[in-house]
């Protein structure tokens, strides 16, 4: 079992993007996922600048993976969806199924990304058949769940489970975070360069909610599964995905780290550095704003 960083999922400016990943390339984590899977008028990074980044990584020893756009919406978005199947260098995560289309017909392998929506063998069977070699599950499926699902994956499928980061839960063609703003979409003053970790979203009693990303919605708090990594190893999971937050990343790669390598209560310190309170309740197949009381009696 391994360790990978997930694709950045909030807006940064490009020097703050940049010197995250240059202290990622020492971290850690086996493999990197780079690319704009959000939203595309995030340009101050472009195809061209992710692989410098994918170069840069790959020479510091890390499997680079670019990340497919999950909603497209324009000619545009699909003229950058082809050109990253071209290129030809780098593992490709498909986050839709013209993704996947357009791999499978130029024979490639590829990562199936979790908002493919797999659910049963049926559909795992039918993407290895098109080329993936690798696969997450949708981030509200359980630990039983999963199991089963395991048990029938075909041979030489490696899974990827989601571990750590606000949960990825719904895409809109509607951008919320312009909506806050009463901005239209197409002017929305880029604002989610201000939430550098998505906008909370509380209900009218004060509680938190959601987290508002762009046309991406979000959990409140974060999920944490490093109480589990002793039973995923057990389950078969090879890789652990963590998605990152714009502070203290490092730290939490360390705890998982220590975690993978047996250290108990690795996770100790974690929720001091959480941008979000601490979530695991769809591993154990409850509302997934839920924390595992057994792990806090």
Same mark, same amino acid.
């Given at each position: 079992m391994n360790l990978s960083l997930g694709p950045l999922l909030y807006y940064w400016s490009r020097e703050d993007t940049f010197a995250f990943y240059e202290?990622?390339?020492?971290? &850690?984590v086996a493999r990197i996922y780079l690319g704009e899977t959000v939203c595309s008028r995030r340009h101050l990074l472009r195809l061209p600048d992710w692989l410098d980044l994918a170069e840069r990584l790959s020479a510091a020893g890390k +499997?680079?993976? *670019?990340?497919?756009?999950t909603l497209i919406e324009s000619e545009s978005d699909l003229k950058v969806l082809r050109k990253i199947v071209r290129d030809g260098r780098f593992l490709v995560e498909a986050n839709e199924w013209g993704a996947v289309r357009l791999l499978s017909e130029a024979k490639l392998p590829f990562v199936a990304g979790s908002t493919l929506n797999i659910y049963n063998p049926e559909t795992l069977d039918v993407l290895a058949g098109l080329g993936a070699r690798r696969w997450l599950p949708p981030v509200e499926v359980s630990r039983t769940a999963l199991a089963a699902l395991m048990e029938r994956a075909p041979d030489?499928? +490696?899974? +990827?489970?989601?571990?750590?980061? $606000?949960? &990825? *839960?719904?895409?809109?063609?509607?951008c919320f975070t312009a909506r806050h703003?009463?901005? &239209?979409k197409d002017d929305c003053q880029f604002r989610c360069l201000d939430h550098a970790d998505g906008l909370p979203l509380s209900t009218r009693e004060g509680k938190p909610f959601l987290t508002i990303n762009g046309i991406q919605t979000q959990s409140a708090?974060?999920?944490? *599964?490093?109480?589990?990594?002793?039973?995923?190893? +057990?389950?078969?999971?090879?890789?652990? $995905?963590?998605? &990152?937050?714009?502070?203290h990343m490092a730290r939490v790669v360390a705890a998982f780290d220590a975690a993978l390598a047996g250290g108990t209560n690795a996770g100790a310190g974690l929720a001091k550095v959480m941008p979000g309170p601490s979530v695991d309740g769809y591993w154990h197949g409850r509302a997934g704003l839920e924390q595992d009381a057994a792990q806090h009696a």
């Open positions: 202290a990622a390339a020492s971290w &850690p +499997e680079v993976v *670019l990340s497919t756009q030489g499928m +490696e899974t +990827e489970v989601f571990a750590y980061g $606000r949960l &990825p *839960l719904a895409y809109s063609a509607r703003y009463n901005l &239209p708090g974060v999920y944490n *599964l490093i109480d589990e990594v002793a039973s995923m190893r +057990e389950m078969g999971i090879d890789c652990l $995905r963590l998605s &990152p937050q714009s502070h």
